[in-house]
């Protein structure tokens, strides 16, 4: 079945820090991908999302590109702040027309001034 | 214009009770989700509707799950002879439609506890 594997947190860094989160994907087709965020007490928001291969989603500083040869979509930011500390979900939605997604475990960011 | 809202945002209950979660969707989607939020299983996909309509039931962890969508607008998730198991965040979610570039919105959460 379709699954989503991103990198085990939680990850640490100091502010003005460069940010990867790696998510990589198993799924038929072609899936849209997304990355959402859970700021501490707080429900998840979408952060940014990309419906087709090479589509770069971008908001807020964030950027993930889509990439169907290595079926990965990886979170990056060039400067981190401490208010980015919120745990990360990749997320994909596939071809099934549910619109069901499958989400990632989650990744910790804690951002230390 | 309002988002998802959800009520109770916390849920104390003893082992064997029936509790009731309700999600009111942004209004004009006509798709909803509920998702489960625990420390063991991560966020896991119980049920969508279209509509009214619950197509597919099979991600309700038991048969003691269920969960209705009135007038294409509030849904509830029933949850009968709790157990301590069934703890979790409850997230509801809702989208224009089901297709696979359609964003979803999420609640904030009904926090359950099963004592």
């Known amino acids: 079945g379709d699954s989503v594997t991103q990198m085990e947190g939680p990850v640490t860094l100091s502010e003005e820090a460069f940010l990867t989160i790696n998510c990589t994907y198993t799924a038929t087709g072609y899936p849209s991908l997304f990355w959402y965020v859970q700021y501490p007490g707080e429900g998840l928001q979408l952060l940014l999302k990309a419906t087709k291969a090479d589509d770069k989603g971008s908001n807020k500083g964030f950027e993930a590109t889509y990439r169907k040869e290595t079926t990965s979509f990886h979170l990056e930011k060039g400067s981190v702040q401490v208010s980015d500390s919120a745990v990360y979900f990749c997320?994909?939605?596939?071809?099934?027309?549910?619109?069901?997604?499958?989400f990632g475990q989650g990744t910790t960011l804690q951002v230390k001034p | 214009g309002a988002g998802v809202s959800q009520s109770p945002s916390n849920k104390v209950t003893e082992k064997g009770k029936d509790v009731e979660l309700r999600c009111d969707p942004i209004?004009?989607?006509?798709?909803l989700y509920w998702y489960r939020q625990s420390l063991g299983q991560g966020l896991e996909f119980l049920i969508y509707?279209?509509?009214?309509?619950?197509?597919?039931k099979s991600g309700l962890p038991s048969d003691r799950f269920s969960a209705e969508r009135t007038g294409g607008s509030v849904s509830t998730l029933t949850i009968q002879r709790t157990q301590q198991e069934d703890s979790a965040v409850y997230l509801c979610a809702s989208s224009l439609g089901l297709a696979r570039t359609d964003t979803q919105y999420f609640g904030p959460g009904t926090r359950l506890t099963v004592l």
């Open positions: 997320a994909l939605s596939d071809q099934s027309n549910t619109g069901k997604l499958i």
């Open positions: 509707f279209q509509g009214n309509s619950a197509p597919d």
């Open positions: 209004s004009g989607h006509t798709a």
